[in-house]
């Protein structure tokens, strides 16, 4: 059916950028929103950014000005760019999708299955 795949985690210490990437796949008709999501341990899992099919973005507070979210909507990708990393943003980071399938034109929202991002400091 439909598949998120992430990839671009990693280990950088503080100051330092990474770049997530995830890949939709499978029959899909429409996306209408993706985003990224982290939960860090022992913490609930939170909407980092997110960007709709119109472009608009939003971020949480503590990533303004430091995260950025883009889309190739051709290739139904979204990235996360993520300069002046801190030790608080390490978490498993997930992909999610508000994705329109293109068997039964059934909504759902899609899961990636988390890349782990950890900031040292």
């Known amino acids: 059916q439909v598949q998120l795949v992430e990839s671009g985690g990693g280990l950088v210490q503080a100051g330092g950028s990474l770049r997530l990437s995830c890949a939709a796949s499978?029959?899909?008709?429409?996306?209408?929103?993706m985003g990224w999501y982290r939960q860090a341990p022992g913490k609930q899992r939170e909407l980092v950014a997110a960007i709709v099919s119109d472009g608009s973005t939003n971020y949480v507070d503590s990533v303004k000005g430091r995260f950025t979210i883009s889309s190739v909507n051709a290739k139904n990708t979204v990235y996360l760019q993520m300069n002046s990393l801190k030790p608080e943003d390490t978490a498993v980071y997930y992909c999610n999708a508000g994705i329109t399938n293109g068997v039964d034109m059934g909504y759902d929202a899609y899961w990636g299955q988390g890349t782990q991002v950890t900031v040292s400091s």
């Open positions: 499978g029959s899909i008709f429409s996306i209408d929103v």
